[in-house]
């Protein structure tokens, strides 16, 4: 953790409630490339596929607009921004719902090489990261879904050049067609905090062998991975294990947080647009105040969540050392506010918000599994508690 | 922007005048005669009218040099402050002359008549009558929820004065002066105890004809402007300044006028729930050792943080002059829902001792106070619904829900 701290590009600032214009620019860009490149047609096409992405779009999004390497400090070739920036690209990808191996390879591994890499190991394996030609994922849960690394049991024995995993992860976002794997993995008769690193190895190891899940969410692609005896090689030390871990997974907490609200005000759009132009009873549904006072409600809602994605991710920039509190704090709140947006948007749209040819289910699915993945608003709520001392 | 150079020479032309003039043994009333005529008790008034012309933000400037030195401000309790808005806006010389000097010298107090029994959200609907009589308007009805009414002067009153006109175009602005025969102030109390508003009754009460203010007709657009200063929170009231020595004799008076000033509002801060006490509370009855307990604090807490927060992007939007977005208009609502989470969780964590109130109840009464009080924040100063409303169709443009209060006011259905 040392190491990576001192290295971390972040500039020391203070937390900002309103975005400056350059990010207000770069969202713009961003959002500007989704609409063209991510149509809801698009999002269909690409979640009916294994791989679930298009290459090119990915080529592009890599080459103009130098997205997978946002917040990857510039010595490993990245662009050197911070949380802020990475959250408003998870935020345009949320709403435009784009299917691409981001948040695996972006948020999760790349932050876990920054979290606990040595040096060389991040000179090494960042850069390919950073500028999209390699797709990484991050395995934490296992069998037992739990997203505290308390609970991780894979096991990593020493051996002459490295460790030899042993065990079963899964959930592993974009694990099936990852070039290269994060392993959070224990130390044989170790428990709870001790023992726990991170590993890595490329995903067409030796004793490895890799399963694509069918996710009630299309657009996010699971997979289980069974390690036996896989060789891998250990990031950093042992000793920061634990605590590499659970940075890797506020941090990403915070980027969902954002990529959740992103949704959320997608999906209000839709349902907003659609009460304004549905005529029942001689006059716009809109216009009727039981349906009026519902999206009153839902603007707030989603405007709140948005409140706390922003701070906790201004928190986590400026070092503020509440940010992994706050990190809790955004993913119940976003979690809580998305899917109710979502189940409200399908009721807003009556009949029609059910079926399939209608777009709210994509983002209603990806609502639920955002809700369920890095934790439930239950658990975050909890861990909010313990993190005020309360 | 204010520049640099105006700036400095209003700083030191302040500081040059207060240097000359203040001095903490004079009277209030004495103190602000002075302020009324050389103008730095409201700056940012016109010059014709006891201020000098100055832009808001040199008038923070004359507040700070204020506060540097402890001076007292011109009087800003209560409503005064909207009427004297609406009079500069609205009023006759006359009224202008009558009216505004004892506003600020605060020898005269003043209140909004404005809702009444049978409109609350549909202020339009006013009934209280003014019918012309030779040289006064003679007044009947009946208003409510006035706050102060018992101890002011003038009040700022709305009545209808057409009724064959549609609604909004029938009624007419007054200042109708308080203390007369036909005008009765009776305290309102609440469900709280407390009686922080008044009714007051009005029987064949006069109304001189120069007390008009604006046209016969025009009260709903004079309404407006009180309204609307109303909701600026009557134009940046900065609180009474605590720097300097503070001895003498007008700091006395100064907080013998605020005493009476607050007097009514003691429990506002129940009404918003108190979340700043939840945390403290938890750990005091033990609550947060139930896992129940631990899920519904926390729910509050990030509700009410991230209320918190959406103001504060609010404000930080309209100070980078952004045209403000959806959430400047959304804090009463989020209010609302935070002080009525703050009301349930207290509940829960206090736990059967919930059944007391008073001095033996927890926190000698304030948590008492706050299950008892926090049903007025969701319809003081515009119900949650009027507030969804205005959301729903000022900033997401819905249509409007069709009226059936449209013509003659009187053929529309009323209480």
Redesign the interface.
């Known amino acids: 953790m040392s190491a990576s701290e001192e290295t971390r590009v972040e500039p020391a600032r203070r937390i900002q409630f309103a975005f400056t214009d350059e990010q207000e620019q770069f969202r713009s860009a961003i959002r500007r490339f989704l609409q063209d490149k991510s149509p809801t047609t698009e999002v269909r096409r690409l979640m009916a596929t294994p791989e679930g992405y298009d290459p090119a779009v990915w080529r592009q999004l890599s080459d103009e607009l130098a997205l997978p390497g946002v917040h990857i400090p510039e010595q490993y070739g990245g662009g050197g921004f911070g949380m802020v920036e990475l959250s408003i690209v998870t935020e345009e990808l949320g709403r435009a719902l784009l299917c691409a191996p981001y948040f695996s390879t972006v948020v999760l591994a790349a932050n876990a090489i920054l979290n606990s890499g040595t040096e060389a190991q991040r000179a090494n394996l960042l850069p390919d990261l950073a500028s999209g030609a390699k797709f990484a994922a991050l395995a934490i849960t296992e069998l037992n879904g739990s997203w505290d690394p308390r609970k991780i049991e894979l096991v990593a024995t020493s051996d002459t050049d490295g460790y030899r995993l042993q065990g079963t992860k899964s959930y592993v976002i974009d694990g099936h067609i990852a070039e290269r794997l994060v392993v959070a993995a224990r130390l044989a008769g170790k428990a709870a905090d001790e023992g726990l690193g991170l590993f890595t190895l490329r995903a067409n190891s030796v004793g490895v062998e890799r399963r694509l899940l069918e996710s009630m969410d299309p657009t996010r692609k699971l997979a289980r991975i069974d390690f036996r005896g896989a060789h891998a090689e250990l990031l950093g030390s042992l000793t920061d294990g634990a605590k590499a871990i659970s940075r890797t997974l506020d941090q990403a907490a915070i980027a969902l947080s954002n990529e959740m609200v992103g949704g959320a005000q997608a999906l209000f759009d839709s349902a907003l647009n659609y009460t304004k132009m549905r005529v029942q009873f001689g006059r716009e549904i809109g216009s009727f105040q039981a349906i009026k006072h519902k999206l009153a409600d839902l603007l707030l809602e989603v405007e709140l969540a948005k409140s706390a994605a922003y701070y906790a991710a201004q928190a986590a920039a400026t070092n503020d050392p509440e940010w992994p509190a706050l990190a809790c704090l955004a993913k119940a709140e976003a979690s809580d506010a998305y899917l109710h947006m979502a189940a409200e948007c399908i009721q807003l749209h009556g009949g029609i918000g059910f079926t399939w040819d209608n777009d709210t289910h994509l983002w209603f699915k990806r609502a639920k599994s955002s809700e369920v993945f890095l934790g439930q608003p239950d658990y975050h709520r909890e861990l909010l508690m313990q993190r005020w001392g309360v | 922007m204010m520049s640099k150079v105006n700036e400095t020479e209003v700083r030191a032309e302040v500081r040059e005048w207060l240097a000359a003039n203040w001095d903490p043994e004079l009277s209030l009333v004495e103190w602000r005669n002075k302020l009324v005529d050389s103008g730095w008790g409201m700056p940012q008034w016109p010059q014709e009218w006891y201020g000098r012309g100055l832009p808001v933000a040199l008038a923070r400037v004359v507040e700070e040099e204020f506060a540097n030195v402890g001076a007292v401000a011109a009087a800003k309790t209560g409503v005064r402050l909207l009427a004297a808005a609406t009079l500069l806006e609205h009023g006759s010389e006359l009224q202008k002359k009558k009216f505004l000097r004892r506003i600020l010298t605060g020898e005269d107090s003043w209140c909004q008549l404005f809702s009444e029994p049978g409109s609350g959200s549909d202020l339009a609907g006013a009934t209280t009558r003014a019918d012309l009589q030779g040289d006064f308007w003679i007044i009947n009805g009946q208003k409510v929820w006035t706050t102060s009414a018992h101890h002011a002067d003038h009040g700022l009153l709305l009545a209808r004065t057409d009724w064959d006109a549609p609604k909004h175009d029938g009624m007419s602005y007054f200042v109708i002066d308080i203390k007369q025969p036909g005008v009765d102030v009776q305290p309102l109390r609440q469900m709280n105890g407390h009686a922080s508003f008044n009714q007051v009754f009005f029987t064949d009460a006069k109304v001189p004809v120069e007390n008009l203010v604006g046209k016969v007709g025009e009260g709903w657009k004079v309404a407006m402007t009180t309204l609307a200063h109303e909701r600026r929170g009557a134009d940046g009231l900065a609180p009474p300044s605590k720097r300097g020595r503070r001895v003498g004799r007008i700091y006395a008076e100064e907080r013998a006028e605020l005493e009476t000033a607050n007097q009514p509002y003691k429990w506002y801060p129940q009404r918003a729930g108190r979340v700043d006490l939840i ?1 403290e509370r ?2 005091e009855t033990g609550a ?1 050792k139930d ?1 129940n307990a ?2 519904e ?3 509050l ?3 009410a ?3 918190e ?2 103001a ?2 609010a ?3 309209q ?2 002059g ?1 045209p403000q977005g ?2 400047g208009s ?1 804090g009463k ?2 209010a609302s ?1 935070v002080a009525r989470a703050c009301a349930r969780v207290h509940t829960l964590m206090t736990g059967t001792e919930a059944l007391l109130t008073g001095s033996e109840s927890p926190r000698e009464g304030i948590i008492a106070e706050i299950l008892v009080s926090v049903p007025a924040v969701s319809i003081a100063g515009g119900t949650d ?1 009027i ?3 205005i ?3 000022r ?8 009226r059936f209060d449209t013509g003659p006011f009187r053929n529309v259905r009323r209480n």
């Open positions: 945390i938890a750990k947060n896992p631990r899920q604090i926390a729910r807490m990030i509700m943080k991230s209320a927060w959406t504060r992007r404000r930080a939007a100070q980078q952004r959806p959430e959304l609502l989020a829902n619904e507030q969804r409303n959301i729903a169709e900033v997401l443009g819905l249509p409007k829900e069709p």
